[in-house]
């Protein structure tokens, strides 16, 4: 994957996006491709607006599963879905495979307070 590198910063524009980051709960580079992914997401969708109104003004729409596909940033897959980098599962399908896997909440389980306080008290 390519890096790219900005030098010369100014002092005060590096910790205005640290500053950022800390208020997204991001890291600085995670945060600087955040900024870079928004400004270049309409360019992308852009490309793939013409395609498809061209198919709408022919009268010929396409079946979801013809359109185009919507392409990726960063290998995090299709700009405006969900993103997860890969060789990860996204939270949304975390949280599918969960439920599915434990359909049941747990029942008369011990409270996190109650564990802490035994193990503080076995000391």
Known sequence: MPNLSIKDVPEAWAEALRQRAIRNHRSLQGELMAIVEAAIAPTVSSAIAPAVSQ???AGT??????????????????????????GRNSVRQVMAELKAKYPEPVARAPLGRDIIRAERDAR
Request: aromatic share 0%.
């Open 55 to 57: 198919a709408d003004a």
């Open 61 to 86: 729409a396409t079946a979801p599963a013809q359109q185009p596909a919507l392409p990726t940033l960063r290998g995090l897959g299709p700009v405006g879905r969900d993103p997860a980098p890969s």
